[in-house]
């Protein structure tokens, strides 16, 4: 058997298995008994229907898993790539062309196929839960919106990257990593008000008590506003969050409108003290310069593979590509790819801490700060005992009980007592 071939049937599997082995855990290591952080906020019923929505979640994830992987593997081995490449080649364009074609044809396949399980999802599981408020008409849109998202920037981002691979040598991921690079930064600072108006609407955060308590605090630790945004969330689900986007004069603190109505000032100023810890703490350039340093990895170890034949004889490839190596290459670096995401996860759960800490330390009222973790967790049906080997694999964020365990150690270290 061709060796790239098991090596890659290797991992769909062993990951696939994997998978299934720790939502098992996960499902096996819920708790019955309410933690007693959340009495009062959970009632029996509702601790149980979280309960339920996390095990519906995850069967509906393994059967998802099962499937997906079956098709793959089915695909690879019946040429499945060699048949598109085929179509795409049918065409008569140049390299560049084919190539756009070539993931076009693949990209669409996907969707359709990942279609059904998307309405099952949005339309069942999320409806039958209380969280769907998305229309038909708005799922559709954003489909079409994504698409269209996706075919503008994915076209010129790809198209740059065979470009370069074919014109410039031994030195083209050199190349590549620096376009890739470049176009990471322009969307970074264009993405808050170009990409994603396009999904969503962004307010101005009204004058009122709130505005002057977040302006209030932002004086206090001598930082610019931007722009604190109300993001319709609304319109597609019940489920609230806040981030942070954008650098330089594209900066926007953005807040879910659900988030607004359900919180007391203290406890959003407490949440955007939060967001501002991430910045001040400088976390959102070391987030940046991980993410320059693994796509330059990515392209250093792409360039080893790039029309390797041992590797296009594993997927029953007539002929051999730069744009059929890089989708090959991808089979090739998850175990890689696996990595890093545990690595980033576990760098990004510690950078929540710090950030809660920066709440804490400089808004100094605790309480808020855990009254809006345990609305947030309790509105989301948040699982609040995950298996330890699911958050080690998957959670970017520490469990809510630990947050709120770390937050009062922290407000006793400061001595800070809020009435």
């Known amino acids: 058997m061709n060796i790239y071939l098991l090596f890659i049937l290797v991992i769909l599997i ?15 290591h819920l708790k019955t008994d309410l933690p007693g952080e959340f009495v009062g906020y959970y009632d029996r019923g509702r601790y149980r229907t979280s309960q339920e929505y996390l095990r519906e979640n995850t069967l509906f994830s393994m059967f998802t898993d099962t499937l ?8 690879i081995l019946l040429g499945g790539f060699n048949a598109i490449d085929r179509l795409a080649r049918g065409f008569h364009l140049g390299s560049i062309p084919t190539g756009l074609i070539f993931f076009g044809l693949l990209l669409m396949m996907y969707h359709l ?36 998202v996706i075919a503008v920037l994915g076209a010129i981002l790809l198209s740059a990257v065979l470009w370069f691979f074919e014109r410039t040598g031994a030195l083209a991921w050199l190349y590549c990593w620096g376009i890739v690079v470049l176009f990471q930064l ?30 209030a605090y932002a004086r206090s630790q001598g930082f610019k506003m931007r722009g604190v945004f109300s993001m319709d969330g609304s319109r597609r689900s019940t489920k ?51 993410s320059v340093l693994t796509t330059g990895l990515l392209f250093f170890i792409l ?21 059929a ?19 980033g996860n576990a760098l990004s759960r510690r950078q929540e801490y710090q950030a809660d800490d920066f709440s804490v330390t400089t808004y100094r009222r605790p309480r808020s700060m855990i009254e809006a973790l345990k609305k947030i967790s309790t509105d989301n049906l948040s699982n609040l005992t995950p298996h330890p080997l699911k958050v080690l694999l998957s959670y970017s964020h520490p469990p809510v009980l630990e947050r709120i365990r770390a937050i009062r150690n922290r407000a006793r270290l400061e001595n800070i007592h809020q009435s």
Not at 201 to 212: H, M, N, V, Y
Not at 307 to 316: H, Y
């Open 14 to 28: 062993g990951t696939y298995f994997l998978g299934l082995v720790v939502d098992f855990l996960n499902l096996r």
């Open 68 to 75: 997906m992987t079956a098709v793959t593997i089915t695909f």
């Open 113 to 148: 196929m990942s279609l059904p399980f998307s309405i099952y999802g949005t339309f069942v599981i999320e409806e039958k839960y209380g969280f769907n408020r998305t229309t038909p008409k708005t799922f559709v849109l954003d489909i079409l919106k994504t698409w269209g």
């Open 186 to 215: 322009f969307l970074h600072y264009v993405a808050p008000v170009t990409i994603m108006p396009i999904f969503n609407r962004f307010t101005p955060l009204a004058d009122g008590d709130l505005k002057r308590a977040i302006e």
């Open 240 to 290: 609230s969050n806040a981030f942070f986007t954008g650098f330089g004069r594209f900066r926007r603190i953005i807040l879910f409108d659900t988030l607004i109505q359900r919180h007391s000032a203290e406890e959003l100023v407490s949440i955007l003290a939060h967001e501002l810890g991430h910045y001040k703490k400088h976390h959102f350039l070391l987030s940046l310069v991980l």
């Open 303 to 323: 360039s080893l593979f790039i029309n390797n034949r041992e590797l296009f004889s594993a997927f029953k490839m007539e002929q051999v590509s730069i744009y």
């Open 325 to 343: 190596s890089l989708l090959f290459f991808g089979f090739l670096y998850t175990p890689i790819e696996m990595l890093l995401s545990i690595l």
